[in-house]
């Protein structure tokens, strides 16, 4: 008998903004918030899409959030309303595996205060 996935561990959670600043500043709201437990900005990258009927390029700053799936909601919410773009991307990956220290890490340091 096949039995369900295993619920992911974590979650990775990508979001994408045009200035350092701005990346820095969601990275810290949400790591102060304890909605993630770290978050990571790399950059910058060339992002390329269809926006408002045209085909767009811009240079975007990428912040990588670790967090719980039960997290997930919180962190979205927050996001979205601490960033200025009308549709921000953000995209969880589920994290199935990571070593045990890591994983009780991001759970300590995401949990409710």
């Known amino acids: 008998m096949d039995r369900p996935p295993a619920p992911p561990a974590l979650l990775a ?5 045009d200035s350092a600043q701005k990346a820095h500043e969601l ?7 304890r909605l993630a437990a770290c978050a990571q900005i790399s950059a910058p990258v060339t992002s390329v899409y269809h926006w408002q009927n045209a085909i767009e390029t811009a240079e975007e700053w990428q912040i990588l959030f670790k967090t719980t799936p039960e997290g997930y909601d919180a962190l979205e919410a927050h996001l979205i309303a601490a960033h200025d773009y009308d549709t921000p991307e953000i995209i969880a990956t589920p994290v199935v595996r990571g070593s045990a220290a890591y994983t009780a890490w991001v759970r300590a340091e995401t949990a409710a205060r």
Not at 27 to 33: I, L, P, T
Request: aromatic fraction near 0%; charge should be negative; proline fraction near 0%.
């Open 13 to 17: 959670v990508l979001t994408t903004t």
């Open 27 to 33: 990275a810290q709201g949400a790591v102060e918030a």
